[in-house]
């Protein structure tokens, strides 16, 4: 028990960083009951997750600058994606994702690691409504529906999206991301209770290490700045990949 505990921990302070805490918790749910359905083990996690996260969010937009504008209605949107996400995650095997994942998880890296000044601070690009429109729509429904049925990197990839498409710096990009997944959570946690996929009472004590993990994820990251988790996105992505690759190939 204190092995999953430590790593409720360690997932809630990635996940508050820079996402990825699934691929921590969800592994040690499964090393400690071997005998654990793949659906519990992602449902159990979901319960976990959502408390970290949404004390996460919570922290950044006290102390950083959310675009509320944008966060909620891609928060709103990602709810019923993740759900249908979740609802469809039985009928497409994760044997489909990986290769792709592992693949945009490489790009990502790559590119971070090229553009040193990419993240650092927020630029004056002027962002356009249709813009705006398209990126919420995508965080919301693609990212969202991704979430519910596999969910590595989700994150990560709001991040990128965020930063790349919004010219923000890495630590707003994180408050937004950090929304959007409470509503990708609360979307795919409703469709795992109703299947009764969730066990209810690991979740919970999971929860408590998880929010403080998300706790001290978030304000190290808002003490520390872009470059801090700029260098965290990093080796949480190259974990990712080393993860997926020996689930695909080991």
């Given at each position: 028990?204190?092995s999953?505990?430590?790593?409720?921990?360690?997932?809630?302070?990635?996940?508050?960083?820079?996402?990825?805490?699934?691929?921590?918790?969800?592994?040690?749910?499964?090393?400690?009951?071997?005998?654990?359905?793949?659906?519990?083990?992602?449902?159990?996690?979901?319960?976990?997750?959502?408390?970290g996260?949404?004390?996460?969010?919570?922290?950044?937009?006290?102390?950083?600058?959310?675009?509320?504008?944008?966060?909620?209605?891609?928060?709103?949107?990602?709810?019923?994606?993740?759900g249908?996400?979740?609802?469809?995650?039985?009928?497409?095997p994760?044997?489909?994702?990986?290769?792709?994942?592992?693949?945009?998880?490489?790009?990502?890296?790559?590119?971070?690691?090229?553009?040193?000044?990419?993240?650092?601070?927020?630029?004056?690009?002027?962002?356009?409504?249709?813009?705006?429109?398209?990126?919420?729509?995508?965080?919301?429904?693609?990212?969202?529906?991704?979430?519910?049925?596999?969910?590595?990197?989700?994150?990560?990839?709001?991040?990128?999206?965020?930063?790349?498409?919004?010219?923000?710096?890495?630590?707003?990009?994180?408050?937004?991301?950090?929304?959007?997944?409470?509503?990708?959570?609360?979307?795919?946690?409703?469709?795992?209770?109703?299947?009764?996929?969730?066990?209810?009472?690991?979740?919970?004590?999971?929860a408590?290490?998880?929010?403080?993990?998300?706790?001290?994820?978030?304000?190290?990251?808002?003490?520390?700045?872009?470059?801090?988790?700029?260098?965290?996105?990093?080796?949480?992505?190259?974990?990712?990949?080393?993860?997926?690759?020996?689930?695909?190939?080991?």
């Amino acid at each position: 028990m204190t092995s999953l505990l430590t790593a409720a921990t360690a997932a809630g302070w990635i996940d508050a960083v820079v996402g990825g805490g699934g691929l921590v918790l969800i592994p040690a749910l499964m090393m400690a009951f071997p005998q654990l359905p793949p659906a519990l083990a992602l449902g159990t996690n979901k319960l976990t997750a959502i408390t970290g996260t949404t004390v996460a969010a919570v922290t950044y937009a006290r102390r950083t600058k959310l675009d509320r504008s944008i966060a909620f209605p891609a928060a709103a949107l990602a709810v019923p994606a993740a759900g249908f996400g979740a609802l469809s995650a039985s009928s497409l095997p994760a044997d489909w994702f990986r290769p792709l994942i592992m693949a945009l998880l490489i790009a990502v890296a790559a590119f971070v690691t090229l553009r040193p000044g990419f993240g650092a601070v927020q630029e004056t690009e002027l962002v356009s409504r249709r813009r705006k429109f398209a990126v919420i729509a995508a965080a919301g429904c693609g990212i969202g529906f991704y979430d519910g049925v596999f969910g590595p990197g989700t994150g990560t990839f709001l991040i990128m999206m965020f930063t790349s498409l919004l010219s923000l710096e890495f630590l707003q990009s994180s408050a937004l991301a950090k929304v959007v997944n409470v509503g990708t959570n609360t979307g795919a946690l409703t469709v795992f209770a109703v299947q009764g996929q969730v066990l209810w009472m690991l979740g919970a004590g999971m929860a408590v290490c998880n929010i403080v993990g998300a706790a001290l994820g978030a304000r190290m990251a808002l003490r520390r700045g872009s470059g801090f988790v700029r260098t965290v996105l990093l080796v949480v992505v190259t974990g990712m990949v080393v993860k997926l690759c020996f689930d695909q190939f080991g």
